[in-house]
């Protein structure tokens, strides 16, 4: 099996701090940030004890071609991509909130809908849908954007009531995020996917806002397979999906949620593999380029390389 990376703990010259995500590993500089895609894997908020072999790649490389994308739509922090699970750039201030967007009656909102609740972060739910039909119009349900645990649930007029996003910045980020989302789902349609929903963060640097941090990667957004759609919510079955919606479900159908006293279950080999070849299929799919293993014999030496030479010009 391919080596993966699991955590880096680099020191490069200039850095100021490092801050270890679910996923990421961030090593910030006076005005720039050197992002690390590892290859961990979170479901529900916790951190799988095995990483995934090439899951950091696809993840940075999907969200460094969905950014050049979207540029013309709201600028974004990239500047430079030095190596398949690196990107660098601009050191923005993040908003607390993280820009959720649902265009189907999916994963979370399923859930709660199931449970009875016929509103999420505060906007209505129609009567009468079954999971993975689609809303009239997509809904926006943010969350707080938790450094540890979980993120929570919160409505906009929480967001402005506990001053945690301005009037103004919080509208044009809800602009911002009906124009992404608008384009991710035709750039889905033109590759045969539906985009089903997805979340986008944002950051300030002096007065303007950026897009930061990855976009429609299966980490962030969920995707259903087109072809069939239609036919399989008619008869009330479970839709095709390249997301990582397939791991909660094996960790659900194990006993595990991520609440207290739950084991996560043994991760075999070959369910690090499936998951690994889910991963590079949605890539194929989403790009519809051919995924190019990047080598993994000495994957922090070569990483490491990549931002020293940034760093270096």
Same mark, same amino acid.
């Given at each position: 099996m391919s080596q993966a990376i699991k955590e880096t703990q680099f020191n490069f010259p200039g850095q100021i701090s490092f801050y270890k995500g679910k996923v990421r590993d961030v090593y910030i500089f006076d005005k720039e940030l050197a992002v690390v895609a590892?290859?961990?894997?979170?479901? +529900?908020?916790?951190?799988?004890? $095995?990483?995934?072999?090439?899951?950091?790649?696809?993840?940075?490389?999907?969200?460094?071609?969905?950014?050049?994308?979207?540029?013309?739509?709201?600028?974004? /922090?990239?500047t430079s991509v030095p190596d398949p699970n690196v990107t660098i750039g601009k050191r923005c201030e993040p908003f607390k909130v993280e820009m959720v967007i649902r265009g189907y009656l999916s994963g979370h909102a399923a859930r709660e809908y199931k449970a009875g609740k016929r509103s999420i972060c505060g906007v209505a739910m129609p009567e009468g849908m079954i999971e993975n039909d689609r809303f009239p119009e997509p809904i926006i349900t943010p969350t707080t954007k938790a450094s540890e645990g979980h993120d929570e649930d919160i409505s906009k007029e929480q967001i402005l009531a506990q001053r945690i996003v301005s009037p103004s910045d919080y509208q044009i980020l809800e602009n911002y995020t009906r124009a992404l989302f608008a384009r991710?789902?035709?750039?889905?349609? %033109?590759?045969?996917?539906?985009?089903?929903?997805?979340?986008? *963060?944002?950051?300030?640097?002096?007065?303007?806002?950026?897009?930061?941090? !990855?976009?429609?990667?299966?980490?962030?957004? $969920?995707? +259903? @397979?087109?072809?069939?759609?239609?036919?399989?919510?008619?008869?009330?079955?479970?839709?095709?999906?390249?997301?990582?919606?397939?791991?909660?479900? /094996?960790?659900?159908?194990?006993?595990?949620?991520?609440? !207290?006293?739950?084991?996560?279950?043994?991760?075999?080999?070959?369910?690090? !593999?499936?998951?690994?070849? $889910? @991963?590079?299929?949605?890539? %194929?799919?989403?790009?519809? %380029?051919?995924?190019?293993?990047?080598?993994? *014999?000495?994957?922090?030496? $070569?990483? !490491?390389?990549a931002v020293l030479s940034h760093l270096a010009k």
């Open positions: 590892s290859d961990r894997i979170s479901a +529900f908020d916790v951190v799988l004890p $095995r990483a995934i072999p090439f899951k950091g790649q696809v993840l940075n490389q999907i969200a460094a071609k969905f950014l050049q994308a979207t540029s013309d739509i709201v600028p974004n /922090w990239v991710g789902q035709q750039m889905a349609a %033109e590759k045969g996917l539906i985009l089903v929903d997805t979340k986008y *963060e944002f950051g300030k640097l002096g007065t303007e806002i950026y897009l930061i941090d !990855e976009i429609h990667t299966p980490d962030s957004s $969920r995707y +259903f @397979y087109a072809e069939g759609y239609e036919e399989n919510q008619k008869n009330n079955l479970p839709q095709k999906q390249l997301s990582k919606e397939f791991v909660r479900q /094996w960790l659900i159908s194990n006993g595990f949620q991520g609440k !207290e006293g739950q084991e996560i279950p043994e991760m075999t080999d070959e369910i690090v !593999e499936s998951i690994s070849d $889910r @991963y590079i299929e949605l890539f %194929e799919k989403i790009t519809g %380029e051919k995924f190019q293993k990047a080598p993994t *014999e000495q994957i922090e030496k $070569r990483i !490491e390389n």
